[in-house]
């Protein structure tokens, strides 16, 4: 496994976004509202990978993870956290976070910063085991309750 920076000089959106379909498609019909996953298309990747900071894994010539990172005032936003699903399990996930752990300190940021939907139980205990915690609640535009689950990992 190898990781590396997702630049402007990536030219791979199209597998980058298969990849994070692929990853977040086990929310559909689990979550309301739908994984803004799907407003994703090649150009907005350009302009996500552009304004953001990214980081990819391959298995051979095949990327199988990516996370984005976006630099807060008091923390790194994590997002896009994405895992192909046949190659979950096997610590890349756990290689992401440690580029953007290493991120958050070169930038001298104390903490990482996610969201995770409310009806995402095994994401929130994955989280927890990586040293996230919960520190809020967030509704979504539209929602008149908690539609995810802020949670935090002091470095």
């Known amino acids: 496994m190898q990781v590396f920076r997702i630049d402007e000089t990536f030219g791979r959106q199209e597998e980058l976004l298969r990849l994070i379909l692929a990853a977040f498609s086990y929310m559909d019909g689990r979550i309301d509202p739908p994984s803004s996953a799907h407003a994703l298309n090649t150009e907005s990747?350009?302009?996500?990978?552009?304004?953001?900071?990214a980081f990819g894994v391959s298995d051979g010539e095949r990327l199988v993870g990516c996370i984005f990172c976006k630099p807060e005032i008091d923390c790194l936003y994590i997002g896009k956290l994405a895992i192909a699903p046949e190659t979950q399990g096997r610590g890349i996930g756990r290689l992401l976070l440690a580029e953007a752990e290493a991120t958050a300190r070169a930038l001298g940021l104390p903490a990482l910063r996610l969201l995770t939907r409310i009806e995402l139980a095994d994401n929130h205990r994955a989280f927890a085991a990586w040293g996230f915690v919960q520190s809020g609640t967030m509704c979504h535009p539209g929602f008149n309750r908690p539609t995810a689950i802020e949670m935090r990992k002091t470095l």
């Open 45 to 53: 990747l350009r302009e996500k990978i552009a304004d953001e900071i």
